[in-house]
Structures are given as C-alpha cells and as structure tokens.
C-alpha cells in the first residue's frame, strides 16, 4: 500500500485534491420547528390541575372534627391541602394540628394522626373552667375549716375557694361552734359563688356564784375567770372546780346542753385543811389521835381550828408524840428521831458450852448477859454434838430476861423431827402413817401350819422410812383419777359404793393412779411408761407408789411393837367378832367355804374403816381386799412373766392358810377382790 501524501500546515494540495460540496438527505423534506404558544401552555397546565385533583380526589381521607360545646374559634393547621366538604374535611394523611378557643372553657390544643381508613372521626369534649367559692362566716367567727367530703379541711376566711364544677357536699366547723354541713353546685366558666354558712353556737351560758367572792372556776385545767360570772362553756360533760386560796375546792360534774343557760346555786367553799408533814428517823408508823395514818414520811390533811395528837411508834424505840392545833391553808412539819430502847438477855444453856449466835454473828455464850435491841429477835443457840435450836425473843427496857434452853442430841433431834411428821395427809385427803422399820425376818417356816412353797424364810433390812396409806384406795378417790373405772358387781352385789375399795384394776392402773396423786402435788414421778407398760423409776423417788412386799409385811404385822402372830387375830380360827371383813356367814352364797360361827355382815368387800384399825394404826391390813404390791412375783430367784405379789387375805377368804399374814399370792390381771394402798418415802 502506499504511504499517503504528508501536506504541510499552511499549503495548498495539489491539484488532485477533494472538492467540498454541499449534501442533500434524500426523501421528505425537513419540515420547521414548532412554535410554544400561550395557548398550548394553558392546555397543559389545565390537564396537569386536572391531574392532582384525580389524585387527590381519590387518594384523600373523609375526616370529621366534632368538638362540644361549639368552639368560639376553630383552627385547623398542618395537613395541606384540605377542603372542607359539607360538615367534614377531605385531606390526605398526616398530622393535623387542632386549636379551639371558647370563654369560659379550657383552650383545646391537640395533634391527630390522619391514618389509612377512608372515613375517619375525631370526637373533643371542652373542660370547663373552674369556679370560685366565697364562704361567709357570720359575724364573731373569725376563722373556721371547711371540709369537702374526704378532702384535707381549708381554713376559713380566705382567698375565694377554686373548685372544680360539680356537686359538692361540705362541713363547716369551727371551734366553739356546732357544724355546719350543706350541699353546693360549683358551675365553674371561671364564674364566682358563695354561700352564707349560719354557724350555731355550741355553748351555753353558766352563770356562778361563791362565797368567798372572788373564786377562780375551772374547767378541767383551763381557768375561765372568777366568781360571781356568766361563763361560755361548750356542751358535753365537764369537771368544774370552783376554788379559792385557804379554802377547799369545790368540785362537781357539768352537763351543758348549748343554748340552754344554767344557773348553778350558790357555791359555798369550807376553808381548807391544814397540811401536816411527818418525817423520822427510822421510819415508823404515824397516827393522829390514835388513828393509823401510814408509815413515815407522811403527809396528810387535818381540818382546821381543831387540836390533834400526832405520834409515832416503832418496835424497839421509844413513842414520839406532839400535840397540834392545824390552820387553814398551813403547812406544819414534824421530825423526830426516835430513840432506841434495849434490853438485857441471858441465855442459860444446857450443856453450859452452847453459844448463841443471830445470823452469823456471835453474841456471847451461856450464861452471858445480851443487851439487844427492844423487837422481835430470833436467836440460834448452838453446841457441839448437839442440834442447835432456835429462840424468839423480845427484849424488854424495863427489866432483864432469863431463858434456859436443853438442846437435843442430834440422835434426839431427829427422834423429835421424825415424831413431828409421823402423820401426813395427800391432796384428796387420805391419812398415811411413817413406819420405822427394823431388821425382820419375813416368810413362814415350813412347819408352820398352812404354809405355802412360796413362803421361804429371809432376812430383810429396810433401810428408808416411809409412809404408809391408813386405808385402802376407794372406788371415790380413784375415779377421781379415772371416771370411766366401775368396780363392778361380785354375784349381784355392788363393790362401786364411793367409800369402798377399789378392785377390778391392774398393777399398770393402780401405778397410774400413783403417778396421777404425785403430779397433783408436784412430786418426782414413782414410775415411767415404757413402751405402753409401767416400770418402777431407779432408783426409787419420793412419789406416790405401791408398797414394797417387804415393807407391806413390816406393816402388817411388825409395826405398832407387835409380836409376829399366825393369824392378824392370834393364832386360832374363827377370828373374834368384828375383827374384820372376810368370808363369813354373810357371804355364803359368793364363796365356796365360809367360816363357821364368824358374821362380819358383809355379803362383799366393806366401806373402808368399817372395823378397828390394827396396833400400828392401820385398817384393812387383813380382809375386805387383798392388796397389789410394787414387787414383780417370783418364787425363789425366778421370775415368773408379768405378775406381781399380792398380799393379804380378802372377803372371799376363809382358810387358814389365805388368812395368815405370809399367804402370798399373785396375779397378771384386775380382780373382784383385790385392791391397793398407797405409800412413798419420807426423804
């Protein structure tokens, strides 16, 4: 290919150039440009209006303002464009401001959310102002509370009260006055109001008068003035005082009733005791004419213009008295200091070493004389080897007294002490007896007749008193423990009477009944429940128990000094009339074998105490019931289950060998025929 032809800036090609020329499109020609004429942009603008009034006729919301009452001025803002149509507004969504003004109401200032819904409608209610109230209070009362209904009280007079429109309910109180209560209807608009409130008085007119004149009249501690007067006092019941100086009050109970006066009678005021103060040193007891007036110091009234004698005494000082003549209105005061008057003591002991002693200061021994105070003193004389023994004495001031005093060997001292508690009674009356035991040998020897293989011979040493019920435990004193218990009928003879043993119940009751009487009496209990089942407490308390075997035997026959005898009679059958309660002629019938020639007259078991107690005081320890003792049975060193020793012979016994004081029986259950005694140990 050929290299085109380079031409140089500012020459002429050559003459084989390219000649410009003119180009001429082909087809239609080109027609002129339109021309914008005033009236075609009227057109335009007329569809473009057109346009947005579519739209905004279909794209706009219905919206109803209702606003009550009418507001004087209503305006609209935000939200544009709207058009009012008829009674409610066309406009799109959007916030619309909502302004309204109306006298006498709150302005309503308020912002709605136009939203999607076509037909919306907004509902205002204006509030109205409120009103203010004037109270008159009536002429004298110058300030008062009103009350409405549960609100805090307002004080009256004041500014005019602003309330909210509405009914109102109030009281009016004000002090001295009855309350006022009124209804009122507050209009409100921001108008004025006010009420006249017709206060009633709550008082009445007192009118007294007093001799003295010139008396101050009291209500309670508020002073209203002097007599003679005319007083306001308020209604209701009142302690009125009329008083003077040198006079005694007056004083009286006042039902005022308002408006209704009163005119007490005249007042008449006595003139005032005199005061008298007594004071000495120690105190002592003051009396005034020989009337007891307190211990001093003392202060107390005497009527006036009269002459007293005040004194005062003292056990071991001498009598102060002084004769007084009291003044109305007058204070007079007394101080003594009494004198204290002695007296000689001699103490004359035997043996001659004993020392007398009050508290824990020596005083001197035997034979020495005591100066000691003129009162009550008690004295404690001492010796070695010896008990010491207390003495009350009284010194006298006008001559010297002389006791002599033996003290005991402690050895007699406890023989006294123990004399002293040989008797004590339980809290539901029954009597028991202390019992000494010594050394004893208890059992039967084999050649004795009658005996029994459970009846072997032992020694036995009690080495604790005790006490010892005189009677056996009645039906009466042991319901008293357990009211569902009846001793039932023994072939149709009663054995329940109240003052007949009790029978028909258990060990296990019978030591129920025992720890009952201890609780009565606050004593450590004798026996605990284990499991359901009463064992003896060890070791063995001071409550009430069963009888030991061994101390029932000591009772039976050893106490009193008496010799040991077969049967509680003597040694031969039939027993001596009215020895006792067994099975004689009256029971045939009850029991198999009687005794011959032998009537107790009892069919069964008899009141307690029917016949003489024995030599040691007791009654019953052979006949009417047998007795349970605390002792588990056993013969020999074997136990034998659940029973325990029964001692003693009853009514359905006639033999020999039941009536003799060794018998020894047995049971696991309650009989008709077998009861208890209680005892417990001294200490």
Known sequence: MAEPASIEPGTTPASDAIDVIAYTPGGTPPSKPRRVTPLRVALFVLFLVAALALYFVFTARAVWVQISPVPDVTTLSGNWPRIRYQDHYLMPRGKLAINARKDGYYPLDVDIEIGREASQRYTFELEKLPGYLTVNLPQGVDAADIVFGR??????????????????????????????????????????????????????????????????????????????????????????????????????????????????????????????????????????????????????????????????????????????????????????????????????????????????????????????????????????????????????????????????????????????????????????????????????????????????????????????????????????????????????????????????????????????????????????DVGGTMQPVVPATTGYRLLSEAEWAWAARFAGGRKPSLLPWGDALPPPPASGNFAGRSAIGLVNKVIDDFDDGHAASAPVGSFAADDAGLYDMAGNVSEWTNDAYQVGDQATGDAHVVRGSSWQHSKIGELRFTYRDSSTQGRDDIGFRIARYLE
Request: net charge neutral; charged share 20%.
């Open 151 to 528: 609100d805090a009280p307002r004080a009256l007079p004041s500014e005019p009260i602003e309330l909210r429109p509405g009914e109102y309910a109030f009281t009016v109180r004000a002090p001295r006055y009855l309350d006022y209560s009124g209804e009122i209807t507050i209009e409100g608009l921001g108008t004025s109001q006010s009420i006249d409130v017709a206060l009633r008085p709550n008082w009445a007119d007192v009118a007294i008068t007093s001799t003295p004149v010139g008396a101050q009249v009291l209500i309670g501690d508020t002073v209203l003035g002097e007599t003679p007067g005319v007083f306001e006092i308020l209604a209701g019941e009142h302690p009125l005082t009329v008083q003077a100086r040198g006079y005694k009050s007056w004083f009286k109970t006042l039902n005022v009733t308002a408006g209704e006066a009163i005119e007490l009678p005249p007042v008449v005021l006595a003139k005032a005791d005199g005061t008298i103060i007594v004071s000495t040193t120690p105190a002592a007891a003051i009396t005034v004419d020989g009337r007891y007036r307190g211990m001093s110091p003392q202060t107390f009234k005497l009527p006036p213009g009269k002459t007293y004698t005040v004194a005062a005494s003292k056990v071991g000082y001498a009598k102060a008295s002084r004769r007084i003549t009291s003044k109305s209105d007058e204070d007079i005061q007394i101080n003594w200091t009494l004198e204290q008057l002695l007296g000689d003591i001699v103490v004359v002991g035997s043996p001659p070493s004993v020392e007398i002693w009050q508290d824990d200061r020596r005083l001197g021994k035997s034979g020495e004389v005591l100066t000691l105070p003129v009162r009550d003193q008690q004295l404690t004389v001492r010796a070695p080897g010896y008990a010491p023994a207390t003495l009350d004495v009284l010194p006298s001031p006008q001559e010297s007294q002389t006791l002599t005093v033996k003290l005991l060997t402690v050895d007699q001292a406890r023989e006294a002490e123990l004399a002293r508690k040989r008797t004590i009674v339980t809290s539901d009356g029954q009597t028991m007896l202390l019992q000494r035991p010594r050394p004893f040998q208890m059992g039967a020897s084999r050649r004795v007749r009658g005996r029994r293989a459970n009846e072997t011979l032992r020694d036995v040493s009690l080495t604790r008193l005790y006490y010892v019920g005189v009677h056996e435990v009645t039906n009466a004193r042991f319901k008293a423990f357990d009211t569902t218990h009846t001793s039932g009928t023994a072939f149709k003879v009663s054995l329940d009477a109240d003052d007949a043993p009790v029978v028909n119940v258990t060990w296990d009751a019978a030591t129920r009944y025992c720890n009952w009487l201890s609780e009565q009496e606050g004593l450590p209990l004798a026996y605990r």
